[in-house]
T-cell receptor, first 114, second 114 residues
Framework: KQEVTQIPAALSVPEGENLVLNCSFTDSAIYNLQWFRQDPGKGLTSLLLIQSSQREQTSGRLNASLDKSSGRSTLYIAASQPGDSATYLCAVRSPSASWGKLQFGAGTQVVVTP | AAGVIQSPRHLIKEKRETATLKCYPIPRHDTVYWYQQGPGQDPQFLISFYEKMQSDKGSIPDRFSAQQFSDYHSELNMSSLELGDSALYFC?????????????FGPGTRLLVL
């Protein structure tokens, strides 16, 4: 059974520092992994999708890496800004789960202080 | 760019009442997914539809039913509401339902059961 874990649960950094967010999964046989941002009480904004055949994806200040063999993905946010404050969730799609299902981690709550 | 539309955005119901949530996918997307996010929890997959047919089922209570219509919009019907049904309900859509496709999430419907 696939389990997705995000550590730490919360993170606070001063503005300008790089953010490193971790996501681990127990079953390496995944189709893809998606990173989301969620503001309090709001919807999920898709940030990056990494296919199982890829090792990284980049979008602006965001870079996500994927190491299937070790069951890990890392989201890097360069030069953090107060507007980056949000909860970041990773989710995997894998054959061990039902077809359409994204399995989410519990998220990392990020606060970027000015 | 057009996004996933959900209505209503907020809903307040009494116990044992019924509720209907609507989801309008991104144009040309033929696959719809429903997720439930309880307070402080990560989203849990409920059900999905591809080309108007149910494609997958997660932890959806028997009191809930859903369908996808000819214009690809979807409705989640919830009956005999319980206090524990209070949550944020997300709809997501993707193109073709392929395993490599990104799921785009709507803003959610916040349901409060009193």
């Amino acid at each position: 059974k696939q389990e997705v874990t995000q550590i730490p649960a919360a993170l606070s950094v001063p503005e300008g520092e790089n953010l490193v967010l971790n996501c681990s999964f127990t079953d390496s046989a995944i189709y893809n992994l998606q990173w989301f941002r969620q503001d309090p009480g709001k919807g999920l904004t898709s940030l990056l999708l990494i296919q199982s055949s890829q090792r990284e994806q980049t979008s602006g200040r965001l870079n996500a890496s994927l190491d299937k063999s070790s069951g890990r993905s890392t989201l890097y946010i360069a030069a953090s800004q107060p507007g980056d404050s949000a909860t970041y969730l990773c989710a995997v799609r894998s054959p061990s789960a039902s077809w359409g299902k994204l399995q989410f981690g519990a998220g990392t709550q990020v606060v970027v202080t000015p | 760019a057009a996004g996933v539309i959900q209505s209503p955005r907020h809903l307040i119901k009494e116990k044992r009442e019924t509720a209907t949530l609507k989801c309008y996918p991104i144009p040309r997307h033929d696959t719809v997914y429903w997720y439930q996010q309880g307070p402080g929890q990560d989203p849990q997959f409920l059900i999905s539809f591809y080309e108007k047919m149910q494609s997958d089922k997660g932890s959806i209570p028997d009191r809930f039913s859903a369908q996808q219509f000819s214009d690809y919009h979807s409705e989640l019907n919830m009956s005999s509401l319980e206090l524990g049904d209070s949550a944020l309900y997300f709809c997501a859509s993707s193109l073709s339902g392929g395993l490599s496709e990104t799921q785009y999430f709507g803003p959610g419907t916040r349901l409060l059961v009193l």
